[in-house]
């Protein structure tokens, strides 16, 4: 009978909500059911709410939403008449309440119906509606409840931002935005845990699996930040001194399914402050989970690599906190050493990640004690030589001090007491962050920063600092008559002499003549005549030149064998400046003598990049205009000079005119200006003598010498200076066909594994994209550019170095460019 009577009750009910436009008669319909929810008149029986909430309530509340018409508020006209209307979904069970308002907004169009069912969500968002919904689902689950709702629930209750943004766009509410909703549902996550807190305490059972699910779908969805920024600080204040919590918050990520675990976990990793926190928000989870063991100890620290350095010292720091996870603590240590030994990994890796792992190395070793070391000290050394021999031999400095200071690091802590390494670099700001990883005593602050620990240090009074920092007084304050030479002082009346035109005293003279040059340098040793030579010797063949002409040869053999005979400041750069000045002014035969030798046997890999280096600041000077002549180059801008007092006043108008033009800034201005000189391009008779020969024999390996080989970093240093060569052949007769010549030779080696190499071919194509016209181009290279520009789209997406994207992306923008220019130009 009371089944019966609560379906006739809504079923009468529905057909007034439908059929009437009385508002009297719709008030008393709505208060006829409103006592199954437990509101005026006489309560109904246990069975009655029961078979009402469970068979009815839905179906009134969709019977509700559906007859809204824009003239509803007309009929409800006072506020108490509204808020009955809104109570059936702020008032009855919470996750019922909350499908068919969320079903109304996915299923509704721009209307008054839509309009007003986000506003009863957003006042049930705001009532702490969340909270009941999920308590109710708690408690279902602890009665095994019904598994379709509950998974429904969480796809709402997750999307909630997305399908209001959807359906709203412009008109969406502040609280449906993403950035307040997640600390919203977060406070409310909290709310619930208060309630299962104090139901655990009252003997009562629930369970926390749907605010696992919750928690692990929204970090799913990329909002870890916005929720556990609120989740964490609430969760580490309450942990601190109730256990119950304690376990409450483990059992919560616990709870998270294997398939949402990563995200959850990288969330609590960036959120928390420190490793202390972290370890007593996760417990022991990374023993209990293998997904989580393998997300902490192989996905975080071996797969990826864009997570801050605080992030990595959390993580390490929680897996030696604890006695059972410290065998992880060595097992990390070992896979990132065998990681960085790989020459694979280092050829193929990004530095980016190269330096990050290099951070967890470092890291791991601040936290691994010393008997731990000496169980593991064989396996360890082995690889840091092997990773010590694969960062040396990189063409990237960044990665050789990469491996340097790793490798002063492990031999320090592998070998305490005996020698250790040691490698000559500049230490930058990046090296300093390395060292310091290693050299803080992290075990310390976690101490310090675990509950119930309290630290015996006194602190530090004003009145103890004020006794550290005094200096102590002289003697002669307390007695001015003992102890003090008042001549001390007298040499500060001396004037220091003018020393800024003294000029060094050589034993020897200089030589005049460029052959005397070459018998100083090859006959025996003479230090002070050497040095002289060196500091003179560029400077006498730019003087004379036609002298320089006959020996240029000669003298480039010389001075490309030339050894260092004791110490002369800037040996180096001398050396090298006066063969780039024996180039610059017979640039034939020393280019053909270069480009000749290159490829010769007996000659060193860093002889081998001088020649390149010449070749390249010679090709740089001829590509340069004349120098201008003395008299124009003291040729200035007019400027407004200050008038003297002693001659006649100058007119009003002169005055004024040099006034405006001071003020005014101008982009050019034709005659007050100084033309700059023009002259031909005198690179570009010889740029072929410069730059074919370097091309012909890359491909041949020899005994000492295999491009292709072991000596990728000359290769590296051969695609760079050629694309300088090409670079200041612009514009110049030969440039086209030396830029298909170099599109073929970037072709052969586009897949070579080595960074440098692929920087500089990138860069050769830059340098033809700039220097050859466009018609020529697009006349000459069509074909070549369109497979150039497939490979260039495969480097900027593909390829592991970040400068060789970057490159790829230039030469793609330079090529966008060249479309353009070429679009505009009209068709004759």
Not at 231 to 254: A, F, G
Not at 350 to 367: D, F, N, R
Not at 606 to 622: C, H, I, P
Not at 780 to 791: G, I, K, R
Request: charged share 25%.
């Amino acid at each position: 009978m009371d089944s019966l009577q609560v379906r006739r009750a809504v079923l009468e009910a529905n057909s007034i909500l439908s059929s009437s436009k009385d508002n009297i008669q719709i008030c008393e319909a709505l208060l006829t059911i409103k006592r199954y929810l437990g509101g005026t008149g006489s309560p109904p029986s246990v069975k009655e709410k029961e078979e009402f909430i469970h068979s009815h309530f839905t179906t009134f509340l969709q019977c509700l939403i559906s007859n809204l018409t824009p003239d509803w508020p007309e009929l409800f006209q006072s506020d108490e008449e509204k808020e009955l209307w809104d109570s059936f979904f702020l008032e009855g069970p919470a996750d019922q309440s909350f499908m068919v308002l969320m079903d109304s907004v996915i299923s509704t169009g721009p209307s008054f119906r839509l309009n007003k069912v986000t506003d009863v969500l957003e006042q049930f968002l705001r009532r702490g509606g969340l909270s009941s919904l999920m308590w109710e689902v708690c408690k279902q689950q602890s009665q095994a409840g019904s598994l379709v709702l509950q998974e429904a629930l969480l796809n709402k209750v997750v999307c909630l931002p997305d399908h209001l943004a959807n359906k709203l766009r412009e008109e969406n509410h502040p609280i449906f935005f993403p950035q307040n909703y997640f600390p919203l549902l977060a406070a409310e996550i909290v709310q619930v845990l208060e309630r299962i807190s104090e139901s655990l305490r009252g003997g009562l059972d629930c369970s926390v699996s749907f605010m696992s699910q919750v928690l692990g779908k929204v970090c799913v969805h990329g909002r870890q930040k916005e929720l556990l920024s609120v989740l964490v600080l609430h969760l580490t204040d309450r942990i601190q001194s109730d256990c119950i919590w304690q376990r409450m918050c483990w059992r919560l990520i616990e709870g998270v399914p294997d398939r949402w675990m990563e995200a959850v976990i990288c969330g609590f990793v960036q959120a928390v402050p420190g490793p202390a926190e972290l370890f007593r928000l996760l417990g022991n989870l990374v023993v209990k989970s293998k997904k989580a063991r393998f997300v902490m100890t192989q996905k975080l620290l071996l797969l990826q690599y864009s997570h801050p350095t605080v992030v990595l010292q959390s993580l390490i720091g929680y897996l030696a906190l604890d006695s059972r996870q410290r065998p992880l603590l060595i097992k990390v240590l070992k896979e990132l050493l065998e990681t960085w030994g790989s020459s694979s990994a280092v050829k193929h890796s990004p530095v980016e990640q190269q330096l990050y792992i290099s951070k967890a190395i470092l890291i791991c070793l601040s936290h691994v004690k010393d008997a731990e070391i000496e169980s593991s000290r064989q396996e360890l050394l082995i690889n840091m030589m092997e990773g010590m021999k694969c960062h040396l031999d990189s063409n990237l400095p960044r990665v050789r001090h990469l491996g340097m200071v790793v490798a002063e690091s492990i031999s320090t802590r592998i070998t305490p007491a005996g020698p250790a390494l040691k490698f000559q670099y500049e230490e930058d700001e990046e090296i300093r962050e390395l060292k310091s990883l290693l050299t803080q005593r992290p075990e310390q602050a976690l101490v310090r920063d675990l509950p119930g620990t309290v630290r015996n240090t006194p602190p530090v009074t004003s009145s103890a600092r004020a006794k550290l920092n005094a200096k102590p007084c002289l003697a002669s304050s307390a007695d001015p008559g003992k102890g003090v030479d008042y001549d001390l002082d007298s040499d500060d009346d001396l004037v220091p002499y003018d020393m800024s035109e003294d000029k060094e005293l050589r034993k020897s003279k200089a030589p005049a003549y460029i052959r005397d040059c070459i018998e100083i340098l090859t006959g025996p040793e003479d230090a002070d005549r050497y040095e002289a030579t060196m500091g003179i010797l560029e400077t006498l063949i730019r003087r004379n030149t036609a002298a320089a002409r006959e020996v240029s040869v000669e003298l480039t053999k010389v001075l490309l064998h030339l050894e260092e005979k004791g110490y002369i400041e800037g040996f180096a750069w001398l050396r090298q400046s006066a063969l780039v000045a024996l180039a610059a002014t017979d640039p034939v035969p020393v280019s053909r003598f270069l480009t000749t030798e290159f490829y010769s046997l007996n000659y060193s890999l860093r002889q081998r990049m001088d020649m390149l280096d010449v070749l390249a600041r010679a090709a740089q000077e001829l590509s340069r205009p004349v120098p201008l002549k003395p008299e124009l180059q003291t040729l200035k801008q007019p400027s407004v000079q200050m008038l003297s007092g002693n001659g006649p006043p100058p007119d009003w108008r002169q005055v004024v005119e040099e006034r405006i033009k001071s003020k005014t800034r101008r982009f050019a201005k034709g005659p007050s200006r100084a033309e700059q000189p023009c002259a031909p391009n005198t690179f570009g008779p010889v740029a072929g003598h410069f730059f074919f020969p370097l091309l012909q024999n890359f491909d041949r390996s020899q005994a000492t010498f295999d491009l292709l080989g072991d000596d990728h970093m000359v290769l590296g240093r051969l695609a760079h200076t050629l694309a300088v060569l090409m670079y200041f052949a612009v514009n110049t007769a030969v440039a086209a066909v030396m830029g298909k010549a170099l599109l073929e030779f970037v072709w052969t080696l586009r897949f070579h594994t080595d960074a440098y190499v692929r920087q500089g071919l990138l860069s050769s194509v830059s340098s033809t994209l700039l220097s050859i016209p466009a018609e020529r181009l697009l006349e000459d290279l069509a074909e070549e550019l369109l497979e150039t520009q497939a490979w260039l789209a495969d480097v900027a997406e593909q390829d592991p170095d970040g400068d060789c994207r970057s490159l790829a992306l230039q030469n793609l923008l330079l090529m966008e460019n060249l479309k353009k220019k070429l679009g505009t130009v009209p068709f004759e």
